[in-house]
């Protein structure tokens, strides 16, 4: 195929991901406001709640800025490739790429609650238990910094050479590699918060416990569950995704940057009711 079909194409997939980040990114903008009140209303005593909240912030900011930076880059590929300018002069920054990268500490981040939130929780667990989403998340965090450092490497090296080559091979491998160990993470975290809820549900039939805050209780370890599934899902989704060829490319390229804006879902979801357990 010729040279303006690769462009096109590459061009329709961009477009496509960010309409849809562009519905992801608008509803959590006006759910934002309404998350942070939820969170103020019910005060941020303790070291939990403020931890979480400031996580909120954070998570949202990061997705405000990788949205930004997808449809500025857009703009410059369009101008680059579809002008009468010199593509050599007018094309992206070579640096955008990695900032891109360095904006996606937003799963690091959202993973990193749910494993800690697991922790809190299940504090009783066993600590062997308890460490296996930890260990997932170390691999998860060591795979995000190798894909940061392949990224200043392609920076420094000249593209023909074989060393570009190989960085750029190391950066799809642990590109898969961050979203395989980020469902990893996630199926651990979710499953040992299940089994602490099955085993708290099944207290209360026991004892015959009828308590408004063991209800409660009971009802937000419910919902993190739920969050945590179809969390779990998207992911799945996501990472199933990056092996389904295209023309050019993978269904990943169109997904994956939408599965960062969903990584914020993580924050706003659990965070305002996770804070109703002490």
Not at 179 to 208: G, Q
Request: net charge positive.
């Amino acid at each position: 195929m010729s040279l303006f079909n690769f462009h096109s194409s590459t061009l329709l997939y961009r477009v496509i991901s960010i309409i849809c980040q562009t519905l992801v990114y608008g509803i959590y903008s006006c759910l934002f406001p309404i998350s942070v009140y939820v969170m103020l209303y019910v005060k941020l005593y303790n070291r939990s709640r403020m931890v979480l909240f400031v996580t909120m912030v954070i998570t949202f900011a990061l997705s405000t800025i990788y949205w930004v930076l997808s449809v500025v880059v857009t703009f410059l590929v369009i101008r680059a490739w579809f002008s009468e300018l010199d593509p050599a002069t007018h094309s992206a920054p070579t640096w955008l790429p990695m900032l891109s990268a360095i904006l996606l500490v937003n799963l690091i981040v959202t993973d990193g609650v749910v494993v800690w939130r697991a922790w809190v929780i299940c504090s009783d667990v066993n600590k062997a238990i308890l460490m296996t989403p930890v260990l997932a998340y170390f691999l998860l965090c060591f795979s995000y910094v190798t894909v940061v450092a392949a990224r200043v490497g392609l920076l420094i090296t000249p593209e023909g050479a074989q060393s570009h080559q190989d960085l750029a091979r190391i950066i799809d491998v642990a590109q898969v590699g961050n979203l395989a160990l980020s469902l990893l993470t996630n199926v651990l975290a979710t499953s040992i918060i299940a089994v602490k809820s099955w085993m708290y549900r099944k207290s209360l039939i026991s004892y015959n416990v009828r308590g408004q805050t063991s209800t409660l209780a009971s009802k937000v370890m419910g919902l993190l569950v739920e969050s945590g599934m179809l969390y779990i899902l998207i992911g799945a989704t996501v990472l199933a995704s990056c092996v389904i060829r295209l023309p050019f490319g993978t269904l990943g390229d169109i997904i994956t940057p939408v599965g960062v804006q969903l990584a914020v879902r993580a924050a706003f979801l659990r965070s305002p009711t996770a804070v109703l357990i002490p």
